[in-house]
């Protein structure tokens, strides 16, 4: 069973740095046509942060020029690397990747499986 498992959350204060990690167990990172970082705060809905594709990557207008994300093959991990960090990028963050899933015969095509991760916390606050 494929499992994206995230690490790398925690405490920091603002302007400080933090550097999320997203490990495919049980699969290959090959294996996903895009994967991003996601976040959510409670009552609230969770929303894009970052996607990188095999070739390109986009952010969004909040984290551009703060956070950049990579995807490491010989790792089979995806990366968020978060730097200046303020209390409004306090959240929960979750991994997701989008890969080809079963063949569905109805339409003669192959379902895309969405995997996510558990998430993990980061918490930016004086």
């Known amino acids: 069973q494929v499992q994206l498992v995230e690490s790398g959350g925690g405490s920091v204060q603002p302007g400080g740095s933090l550097k999320l990690s997203c490990k495919v167990s049980?699969?290959?990172i090959l294996w996903y046509w895009h994967m991003s970082w996601y976040r959510q705060n409670p009552g609230t809905k969770?929303?894009?942060?970052?996607?990188?594709?095999?070739?390109?990557?986009t952010y969004a207008d909040h984290v551009k020029g703060r956070f950049t994300i990579t995807r490491d093959s010989a790792q089979g991990t995806l990366f968020l690397e978060m730097k200046d960090l303020k209390p409004e990028d306090t959240a929960v963050y979750y991994c997701?990747?989008?890969?080809?899933?079963?063949?569905?015969?109805?339409?003669?095509?192959?379902?895309?499986?969405?995997?996510w991760g558990r998430g993990t916390q980061v918490t930016v606050s004086s």
């Open positions: 969770r929303e894009l942060v970052a996607t990188a594709t095999h070739t390109n990557t």
């Open positions: 997701q990747g989008q890969r080809q899933g079963q063949w569905w015969a109805p339409s003669k095509s192959y379902l895309v499986q969405t995997d």
């Open positions: 049980g699969g290959n």
